[in-house]
Each structure stands twice: as structure tokens, then as C-alpha cells.
């Protein structure tokens, strides 16, 4: 029989080695050769059995003394033989271990029944542009689910109780084991439930879900643009048996507006001009998101000119102020002119020696044509 190595040496630690640094060293050890992450591979399973021995030794007080003092002999002679036969063992008596490692209540069997968390649901608000930029309250139908009320959520007949499921123990979960491979999977007798209903309840045909539509209100933030979600926590289906809601996620959508246009917070506009206007200069009035301010024009400003008004944009969602409003200039065109209109012009184009179509000559030329 082979001599077993020093407790120290498996674990990488010197023997003045800390309570934390030896449970560091194994819990290293134990993730690297743990036998669910090496299937089939009997080295691994040699290591993890032998860096669980020595733990077992140098996280215990009085056998950490004694080995120190005589070695694997003194273990043997004082009663406290530290092997395992098999991981079975390993498991049971570094239950918690394993939990911390591998997550559940001692990572192998037993442990309470899971409960879980009601799904989370998905929904859209459209929200009117000017709402949006200032905020508001939106009103919204949820179809979800809820704990039946005839039942109060445990899927039985009024007047009955749910059984403890026999082929998990009530657990909801079963283990699969092939060699030292373990596999926990959901009982597929009570599909988790930890229970069989034998007198379901009429209403929710055992399910202990009813399904109802609630009116819920959501509080919209000023600034908000499309696409960005609000999350309504516990406003989802109903979680199992002491287990929390899901969540709704609100998903909004912004009305387009019929002057304005959004880029993140800074908001975009189109400005008519006249031509006189564009040429001489002026002072015209602007609407804005929160109400109407005043642009100066200068003389000569071309058509597509850009004019930033500060802080009449949108809110910031982060709560950093507000964007910028950005005012494009863009000379309009008549479609229809008065005589006298048409008589200025042209006296202008004349001094412009600009050359513009005779209306006159037109007619004329028509005339001709269909004679």
C-alpha cells in the first residue's frame, strides 16, 4: 500500500498556512477535479478524493494538531481515519462546501424544494411626443397570471391538500447518477412541485393559476425616447408557492410630431423663412418643446442655416438637464404671388440682371402654337 502524500503538499499550502488559505487552496482543487466536470476520468476523481481527505484533516482544529504531531499514523491510532470510500461521502460531509461551490443546498441530494420566481412579461406603451419630452402617467392592460382564488394558489379542491409526491420525497428534484456522474433534473412525477394533486381544484384544473387582465399605471419619465424599456418589478406572473413575481417590462413608443424631431435629448426643427426675411433680417418667433422662444435673423443668412437655442431641448434622463434645440432656417417659396408682388420681383431681378421667365412671352408663345 502506497504511502499517502502530505496534506500540505496536496492542498499547495505551507503549514503555517491560515483557516482561509487552506479553504481557498481546496476549493480550487475541489472546482478543478470535481467528477460532474470530468466524467469518466478516474485521475481526476483520485485527486478530488484525495484533496477532500486532506481538508477534511487541516480544516478540523484538533486532527490538524495531531497530524501535525504524528502524521498519518496518529490520525489512524487516535480514531479519526479521514478517508472516504466513496464521493457519495465526500458529498455528505462537505455539503455546505459544494453549495457555496456548485449553488442549491449541498450541490448532491436532498435540500429543500426550489421555488420559483414568476416568469416576467413584456409589453408596449405609445406615448405622445410632447408626454414623452415632459413626462406623464400611462395606463396600460396586463393580461398575467395570479394565484387562483378559489384555491389561493395551490392547485386543490377546496376542503383537500396537495400530497407529498413519493418518488421525490417532496424535494421536486430527482438525481440521475451514472458512476460518479450525478445529474439533478426536475421529478418527473411532480414536475418540481414537490407535491401530487390528487383533487384538483375546479377552477384552475390544478394549475393554481388563474389568468386576469389588470389595469396598471405607468409612470412615464420626461426625456424617455423610443425604444427604452421601464421595468414594473413584481408586475409579472405570480412565482410559485413563496417565491417572488416576475416583472413586467414596458417597452415605449413615441408618437412622431408634426414639427419636431428627437435625437436623444436635443430636439430638431424646420424654420420658414421668407425671402425678405433671409435677406434683410429679423426676429421671428420659435415654438419649442416647453413654449416659444424668439431667433434672431441675421441679414444674408442662407436657407439651411442652423441656429442652437440651449436648454430647450428634451430632459435628461440621468437628470443632467436638458438638450438643445437646433432651429433649421429654410427660405419658403411662394407657390401663389400677388400682382404686386410679382411686379417687385421682377423689378429686382431687373437690377439683379437676373434672368427669370417672362409670363407674358409665354402666353404668347402658347398662343401661337395652338392657332
Not at 448532491?108 to 413626462?135: I, K
Request: with cysteine.
Amino acid at each position: 500500500m502506497s504511502t499517502p502524500r502530505d496534506y500540505y503538499e496536496v492542498l499547495g499550502v505551507s503549514k503555517t498556512a491560515s483557516d482561509a488559505e487552506i479553504k481557498k487552496a481546496y476549493r480550487k482543487l475541489a472546482m478543478k477535479h470535481h467528477p460532474d466536470r470530468n466524467p469518466d476520468d478516474a485521475e481526476a476523481e483520485a485527486k478530488f478524493k484525495e484533496a477532500s481527505e486532506a481538508y477534511s484533516v487541516l480544516s478540523d482544529n484538533d486532527k490538524r494538531a495531531t497530524y501535525d504531531r504524528f502524521g498519518h499514523s496518529g490520525l489512524h491510532g487516535a480514531g479519526m481515519n479521514p478517508g472516504f470510500q466513496n464521493a457519495d461521502d465526500i458529498f455528505s460531509h462537505f455539503s455546505d462546501m459544494f453549495g457555496d461551490l456548485f449553488g442549491g443546498g449541498g450541490g448532491r441530494g436532498g435540500g429543500g424544494r426550489r421555488v420559483r420566481r414568476g416568469s416576467d412579461l413584456n409589453t408596449r406603451v405609445q406615448v405622445p411626443f410632447m408626454d414623452a419630452a415632459h413626462g406623464c402617467q400611462q395606463e396600460i392592460s396586463v393580461s398575467r397570471e395570479q394565484a387562483c382564488g378559489t384555491c389561493d394558489g395551490s392547485g386543490a379542491k377546496p376542503g383537500t391538500s396537495p400530497e407529498t409526491c413519493t418518488t421525490c420525497g417532496g424535494v421536486g428534484e430527482v438525481i440521475q447518477a451514472q458512476m460518479f456522474l450525478r445529474i439533478r433534473t426536475v421529478c418527473p412525477a411532480c414536475h418540481g412541485r414537490g407535491q401530487i394533486i390528487t383533487s384538483p381544484c375546479v377552477d384552475c384544473r390544478g394549475t393554481g393559476r388563474e389568468r386576469v387582465t389588470d389595469k396598471l399605471t405607468v409612470t412615464v419619465p420626461a426625456g424617455i425616447e423610443t425604444g427604452q424599456v421601464l421595468r414594473l418589478s413584481g408586475k409579472g406572473n405570480t412565482g410559485g408557492e413563496g417565491a417572488p413575481s416576475g416583472d413586467l417590462y414596458v417597452e415605449v413608443m413615441v408618437d412622431d410630431h408634426e414639427f419636431f424631431e428627437r435625437r436623444g435629448s436635443d430636439v430638431l426643427c424646420e424654420l420658414p423663412v421668407s425671402y425678405a426675411q433671409a435677406c434683410l433680417g429679423a426676429e421671428v418667433t420659435v415654438p419649442t418643446v416647453h413654449g416659444e422662444t424668439t431667433v434672431d435673423i441675421p441679414a444674408g443668412t442662407p436657407s439651411g442655416k442652423v441656429f442652437q437655442l440651449r436648454n430647450e431641448g428634451a430632459p435628461r434622463l440621468d437628470g443632467r438637464g436638458r438638450g438643445d434645440q437646433f432651429v433649421q432656417a429654410v427660405v419658403a417659396v411662394p407657390t401663389s404671388l400677388s400682382t404686386r408682388e410679382e411686379e417687385l420681383l421682377r423689378e429686382l431681378a431687373d437690377l439683379q440682371d437676373a434672368n427669370v421667365v417672362d409670363k407674358g412671352f409665354l402666353r404668347e408663345f402658347w398662343d401661337r402654337l395652338t392657332s
